[in-house]
């Protein structure tokens, strides 16, 4: 079987798996880095993102063998080594930005790539940037309302 | 799942603002200053349901070695909160910090058999048997602490684990009141319950304890459960309803499949379990191309669906009968009809299913979303034909599921599949394709109204009749409940119908109209069906509150005005008044329009009005949903954000299958499968949201889960109304249908 060495959170890990596992069971199902969600499997819903070299991507049809040495940051490498949380992260707290919170680390991640690219989003900006975020229990407004919390102290060094 | 303190407790005080009573907050040592206790008043009415099985303090809270609470609830955490609404009321009535109180929720054998969690009937069932065994236990360990500190209770302080004297030092903690055995009283009232005007957290906007592990990539819900040697499992479910599994290439998949450690196959029942996920995930792909299966149950034409389900349905049932109707409407002007139709609706869950179970060669243990563990352990012992004690199910989150969806399904593949494969952890998880397809569907309804006004232009006669099929299929000693039973080699069919009434639901208005009637039309039409939040009082709230506006108009009068003639509840009064407070200064400009709709839930619960604002374009009939608002009394509020949190998603929700939604089939199956075929509410269509909350502390609390859904439907067309003269009346309001009615009305002038 082939083996991948993948940079995830500033860790080299060295995989062995088929070639065409999707980077989302490589994450959850062998490194126990369970942020990222299944929700559906076809890159519809958002709820499995994570940043790849900083921008946020979905992982669930992302073949293992696609990713070469491209930097992966998941839900568990946002906060610093000292746990100290992300702006993005403390203002979905404060916010009160969940329901269930199954689809929060899609949201959380689509909006750390936001902030990479545009340190100050307008509201069109940010729904745009989410457009691609699927969360049924309706938690939208409050997470918009995070993410605009989150711009003001946002330091685009942070990820 | 126990609910650990995260947040520091000074943190979390000063977030919550609160440090009015005279007592350190930050510390229970002894010496520092003492409180002032609060005042506690007798409470003489009725207990909740969910304490006929449990009676006595111990099945409800128990005190741990270091003298924390563990409160148990047989109720299970969706995201609605309930977690911390129970912690709420256990921590106020024995005056301790939060997070000193923790939540186990729902273990069979551990915690109550509480039902199902569902029907907004947490808070008052839940939480409030909390309240009143807390408000005994304090009682008790007063009483005990009395006796041992050779002291009168009146000369007792309780808080924070500790009682204490007021004259001298002696003092107990909780553990050394009760050395090492609970409190086994049987709750009865009389019980002295804090008084409410003295609340430290009850009522008040309480932060959410589990949003900060939720961002921290903690393990939260069923999915992300892992155990040493857990294997992992994918079930192939037939092409369609009823399909018979005729042939399987199962040498094909042990030769073009790496990792596979079993093929399970009992009737139509297909499983798969592997060592990796990603292998069992192939697996189940390799043998959905390679397995034959006789053709499924024919589905009517969808077109047709309305005109099916009126052919199929029963005799009517009059479910409602006041005054006489028939009288009534001969006399006047005459009556107005109209048929208000709702397509078949999906939970639509972001996480699919996932059930986890292990054999230990006595005992199934099994992990499981399910809103009901208790009934899930009865169906599973009748299908696996094994002594209910010895199956273990523990309740842990999962993603929301707004009603009885596919979680008791994933529970009893896992269920299966570990009796064939004992002493390993066997995890099945659902694919998006089968949780959209296999969903017990919330049921197409049809809700037809006839009514006449009198001379005053007030309501004289009403009638409603309703189609409904059955609003809860849920699992009980019926194994036919369980979608893999109906599959296996002997397979179980469903007996019974489940929940019927629940279609009537708000279909008979709260308003005051001498000559009243309801008629229920039962039928089992081709989809499977079951609960989904708020049952038929979303079709029905829609049909009723649209028609209202329709009367208003024949009437000659505003349709606030119009309600409020019809309504001397002051409850009611004051939600329909605070809505048009929120939106008297809206104006609404050129193609914009703005619609209410007023219900009181089941007609005995929650009061809630919500108001929509609308554009609608003339060119495309494009409705754009500008802004929703929501005037809401539920009684005694528990977790002011987390009600308010409750309303705003249900709205959106509620929207969302108002504008866009619909379960999509063809004569073969469903065809609704992934999220472009079923889509929902995205980003750029969310509108702002604004609620109000009336609290109302001596009022009974209820549940407020399902609230917002009826009346934002209802809401939603009347504004479109507004917007454009144009009137849906069949869900969902789309551009296409709003553009041929205008088309129409066009001709027709």
Not at chain 2, 240 to 247: R, T, V
Not at chain 2, 395 to 413: K, Q
Request: charged share 25%; net charge negative; proline share 4%.
């Amino acid at each position: 079987m082939p083996k991948y060495t993948l940079n995830i959170n500033r860790t080299q890990y060295l995989v062995e798996a088929e070639s065409d596992t999707p980077l989302l069971y490589i994450l959850r199902d062998y490194l126990e880095l369970i942020g990222p969600r299944f929700g559906c499997g076809l890159s519809q819903c958002g709820s499995c993102n994570v940043l790849l070299n900083g921008s946020a991507s979905t992982s669930c049809m992302l073949p293992v063998s696609s990713i070469g040495d491209a930097e992966i940051k998941t839900l568990e490498g946002l906060a610093s080594t000292s746990g100290k949380l992300h702006v993005v992260q403390e203002a979905f707290v404060k916010e009160q930005a969940a329901q269930c919170g199954y689809c929060l680390n899609g949201m959380v991640m689509a909006a750390v790539g936001l902030l990479n690219k545009n340190p100050n989003p307008d509201d069109a900006e940010i729904r745009n940037a989410l457009q691609m975020n699927l969360c049924r229990c309706g938690a939208h407004t409050r997470i918009i309302r995070a993410i605009k919390t989150a711009a003001k102290t946002f330091k685009p060094d942070q990820s | 799942m126990i609910e650990s303190p995260s947040q520091s407790r000074r943190k979390f005080l000063k977030d919550l603002g609160y440090i009015s009573i005279g007592f350190s907050l930050f510390s229970s040592c002894l010496g520092e200053e003492d409180p002032i206790m609060a005042a506690r008043v007798d409470y003489e009415g009725g207990l909740p349901g969910s304490m006929r099985q449990a009676k006595t303090v111990n099945a409800w809270l128990e005190v741990l070695e270091d003298g924390n609470i563990r409160v148990l609830s047989g109720k299970v955490e969706l995201g609605q909160g309930i977690g911390m609404a129970i912690r709420q009321v256990a921590a106020e009535e024995l005056d301790m910090d939060l997070d000193r109180v923790e939540v186990k929720l729902a273990e069979t054998g551990v915690t109550p058999n509480e039902g199902y969690t569902g029907a907004s009937a947490s808070i008052q069932n839940s939480a409030m048997s909390v309240r009143y065994a807390a408000a005994t236990a304090r009682r008790e360990l007063l009483k005990l602490a009395s006796e041992k500190l050779n002291t009168t209770v009146d000369d007792l302080w309780l808080y924070n684990g500790i009682v204490k004297a007021k004259t001298g030092n002696k003092s107990l903690t909780f553990a050394a009141i009760l050395e090492g055995v609970q409190i086994e009283k049987e709750v009865t009232t009389p019980i002295q319950i804090k008084n409410k005007k003295e609340h430290r957290y009850v009522g008040k906007a309480v932060p959410r304890m589990d949003i900060e592990k939720m961002v921290r990539a903690e393990a939260t819900y069923i999915q992300d459960l892992r155990f040493p040697g857990m294997v992992h499992a994918r079930v192939l479910r037939p092409p369609g309803y009823g399909s018979k599994l005729l042939h399987i290439d199962e040498n094909g998949v042990k030769e073009q499949v790496a990792g596979l450690l079993k093929m399970i196959v009992d009737g139509s029942f297909v499983g798969v379990i592997a060592q990796r996920e990603y292998q069992a995930v192939k697996a189940e792909r390799y043998l959905k191309d390679h397995s034959e299966w006789s053709a499924s149950l024919p589905f009517p034409a969808s077109e047709d669906l309305y005109m099916h389900i009126k052919k199929i349905a029963n005799t009517p049932e009059t479910v409602r009968n006041e005054g006489d109707v028939d009288a009534a409407a001969a006399v006047g002007a005459g009556t107005i009809k109209a048929c208000f139709t709702k397509p078949y609706i999906m939970h639509g869950s972001m996480g699919p299913a996932c059930g986890i179970a292990m054999y230990d060669g006595d005992i199934l243990h099994i992990w499981s979303h399910s809103q009901g563990i208790y009934p899930l352990r009865d169906a599973l012992s009748s299908m696996l034909d094994m002594d209910s004690n010895k199956i273990h199910i523990v309740g842990v989150p999962g993603a929301g599921c707004y009603g009885h969806s596919t979680a008791d399904d994933a529970a009893t593949d896992a269920a299966i599949l570990a009796m064939e494969y004992p002493e390993k952890h066997v995890r099945v998880q659902w694919s998006r394709h089968d949780e959209q397809s296999w969903d017990p569907y919330g049921p197409a309804m049809i809700t037809e109204i006839e009514a006449s006004l009198d001379e005053k232009g007030r309501i004289n006669s009403w009638k409603s009749d309703v189609w409904t099929d059955s609003h809860s299929t849920r699992p009980n000693k019926d194994a036919g409940t369980l979608l893999a039973a109906r599959y296996l080699e002997t397979p179980f069919l469903m007996r019974s119908r489940g929940y019927l009434a629940g279609g009537y639901r708000n279909a008979d208005p709260y308003y005051n109209i001498p000559n009243l009637k309801l008629n229920a039309h039962y039928y089992e039409g081709p989809l499977r069906v079951s609960s989904l939040r708020s049952l038929g009082s979303f079709a029905n709230i829609f049909a009723v509150e649209s028609f209202m506006d329709e009367l208003a108009e024949r009437a000659g009068k505003h349709p606030l005005e119009f309600r409020l003639a019809h309504i001397d509840d002051e409850r009611a009064i004051a939600v329909i008044k605070k809505a048009m407070e929120l939106t008297a200064s809206q104006i609404s400009g050129e193609g914009e329009g703005i619609g209410h709709a007023f219900m009181r839930y089941k007609n005995t619960d929650a009061y809630t009005m919500v108001a929509a604002k609308v554009n609608v374009d003339k060119e495309n009939g494009i409705v754009r949903l500008i802004k929703l608002w929501a005037a809401v009394d539920v009684g005694e509020v528990i977790n002011l954000d987390g009600i308010v949190n409750q309303i705003e998603g249900g709205m959106i929700q509620a929207a969302s299958w108002t504008l866009k939604e619909q379960v999509t089939f063809n004569s073969n199956g469903v065809t609704s499968t992934d999220w472009i075929k079923y889509p929902i509410l995205r980003y750029t269509e969310i509108p702002e949201i604004e609620v109000a909350i009336i609290d109302r502390p001596n009022e009974p609390v209820c549940g407020g889960g399902e609230v917002p859904m009826p009346p934002t439907g209802a809401a939603i067309a009347n504004a479109v109304y507004k917007a454009c003269g144009i009137r849906v009346y069949d869900l969902p309001i789309t551009a296409q249908k709003i553009m041929e009615a205008s088309i129409t009305s066009q001709y027709s002038k």
